[in-house]
T-cell receptor
């Protein structure tokens, strides 16, 4: 699976949109971009995934650049409960999730 | 059940003892995964089952680690002759199919003293 690069940490204000970047310059054509998050000591939680089109669900939006070398996870209205470690994962059509260090997001009141 | 259930939640064992960690996946989920997570790091893949077949055990650190899923449902991860370096959070996940989103359990915190 292709490697991803994420900033180690970021802060955002409660009620504002949080934009989390991820670089995956070596992504190949059959690899999807997945996002998971981990709140405190809980198990990782699936957020969203996409191949090349932008995706939106009740939790977030995923914007993938046209060349697919980077993507942005958008939390439209961050709340204190969104404070977590966010993992960007590139995954081919297989079973394995390779978690990196992720981005520690702190939402501040 | 409603989610992936793991037991025990916490396990303290003496060095050299064997431990068995249990995972009860979401009913009907075909795929089951074991991960290990050290403090401050992301989960690290250990092994994967498709039904009862162990398809990949490449992440198991050494031959003291083994896993089974005999009836394609509940799985057990066994660590023999535990060592202090085995201390970590062990997480189980399941998914409806291989490519579907994975749901993680709360994990078992193993401490070897």
């Amino acid at each position: 699976d292709a490697k991803t690069t994420q900033p180690p940490s970021m802060d955002c204000a409660e009620g504002r949109a949080a934009n989390l970047p991820c670089n995956h310059s070596t992504i190949s054509g059959n690899e999807y971009v997945y996002w998971y998050r981990q709140i405190h000591s809980q198990g990782p939680q699936y957020i969203i995934h996409g191949l090349k089109n932008n995706e939106t669900n009740e939790m977030a939006s995923l914007i993938i650049t046209e060349d697919r070398k980077s993507s942005t996870l958008i939390l439209p209205h961050a709340t204190l409960r969104d404070t977590a470690v966010y993992y960007c994962i590139v995954r081919a059509n297989d079973y394995k999730l390779s978690f990196g260090a992720g981005t520690t997001v702190t939402v501040r009141a | 059940g409603a989610g992936v259930s793991q037991s025990p939640r916490y396990k303290v064992t003496k060095r050299g003892q064997d431990v068995a960690l249990r995972c009860d996946p979401i009913s009907g989920h075909v795929s089951l995964y074991w991960y290990r997570q050290a403090l401050g790091q992301g989960p690290e893949f250990l092994t994967y089952f498709n039904y009862e077949a162990q398809q990949d055990k490449s992440g198991l650190p050494n031959d003291r680690f083994s896993a089974e899923r005999p009836e394609g449902s509940i799985s057990t991860l066994t660590i023999q002759r535990t060592e202090q370096r085995d201390s970590a959070m062990y997480r189980c996940a399941s998914s409806l199919t291989t490519r579907a989103e994975a749901f993680f359990g709360q994990g078992t915190r193993l401490t070897v003293v």
